[in-house]
């Protein structure tokens, strides 16, 4: 009487256990035994109850990894590598989902030949320069890495996305001869710099001097140019005033020569006013009186001829 019951109850329990929800970011793979069937989308899904399983949920999410190796350069160098690994699943449909599932038997063995893959890249890419490039070529080691990678994680249904290298240490031996290098660049670089402002400091100075030497010597030379003409003009006006002298004795029928016997009498006077002390012999007749005064006459239209 209740067989029927219980073979409804059964036969609901059998359908229900067939509904599959796959959460978001996530495929499920199914097999029927043992062998690949098809995937599962996330949702509510229906398989086939006692004949399909689902064999794994594969994430489609961003996945990444720590690692820390070391590698050799050229020049026997070693160099200390921490990265940050970024990688996924390549796409979400069924050949390359079936690939992700069955390539490995787990995560952890997918793990160790990725990071295991990349060392080596690293390590080959490493060997071929030296240590001095090490630090300069973090781009370049990423850029070769992922080229040579990506070509092997295709096969497995992944795709590297990114990697990050955050630090690039060598032994403590080959980081403090760097810090001198560092050091005594630095230094050199200071020096030069001290070098470069000392000349252009003595380099302005001299030209100051030099440019102050230029002013004073145009200076001088103005000074000397004006003074010969006020000596010119002072000369000239004594020419003119004797000149009108002369006139005006002649025309009262006087005797010119007194003009000459006034000029002896007050370079005398000049001479003893400001003579300071010297010793000046004079001859005081009256042929040296004449003499003397032709011969400055003669010196100062020498001087006159000179200046026109």
């Known amino acids: ?29 199914v097999t029927m035994f043992g062998k690949y069937r ?72 997918l793990m160790q030949a990725l990071v295991r893959t990349i060392e080596g890249n690293v390590r080959s890419y490493v060997a071929s320069k ?8 973090r781009r370049d080691i990423v850029n070769s890495v992922k080229e040579e990678v990506d070509h092997v994680l295709e096969d497995w249904g992944y795709h590297l996305l990114d990697l990050q290298i955050n630090d690039i240490t060598f032994d403590k031996v080959i980081m403090e001869s760097m810090s001198k290098v560092v050091a005594s660049n630095n230094l050199k670089a200071a020096a030069e710099n001290e070098g470069q402002a000392l000349l252009i400091t ?21 000074a000397a140019r004006l003074r010969g003409q006020g000596v010119a003009l002072f000369r000239e006006e004594v020419a003119k005033g004797m000149t009108d002298a002369a006139a005006q004795m ?37 042929e040296g009186m004449d003499k003397t005064m032709k011969q400055i006459m003669a010196m100062a239209q020498m001087k006159k001829s000179g200046d026109e």
């Open 38 to 109: 098809r995937v599962l989308r996330p949702g509510l899904n229906f398989k086939i109850p006692l004949l399909e399983n689902i064999y794994k949920r594969i994430s489609i999410q961003n996945r990444s990894a720590e690692m820390e190796f070391q590698a050799v350069t050229f020049d026997q160098a070693n160099v200390y590598f921490k990265t940050m690994l970024l990688y996924a699943v390549m796409a979400s449909d069924a050949e390359t989902i079936q690939k992700v599932a069955f390539k490995f038997i787990n995560e952890r063995e």
């Open 202 to 222: 003595k380099t302005k100075a001299a030209e100051a001097e030099g440019n102050a030497i230029k002013i004073s010597a145009e200076a001088e030379k103005e």
């Open 250 to 286: 002649r025309q009262a029928n006087l005797d010119t020569n007194v003009i000459l016997f006034s000029m002896w009498t007050e370079a005398i006077q000049n001479f003893a006013e400001h003579g300071k002390g010297n010793v000046i012999f004079l001859d005081g007749s009256s």
């Open 1 to 29: 009487m209740y067989v029927p019951y219980i073979l409804a109850v059964a036969i609901l329990i059998i359908i229900f256990s067939g509904l599959v929800s796959v959460n978001q970011g996530t495929i499920a793979v």
């Open 130 to 137: 030296k240590q001095a490039e090490i630090l300069t070529l």
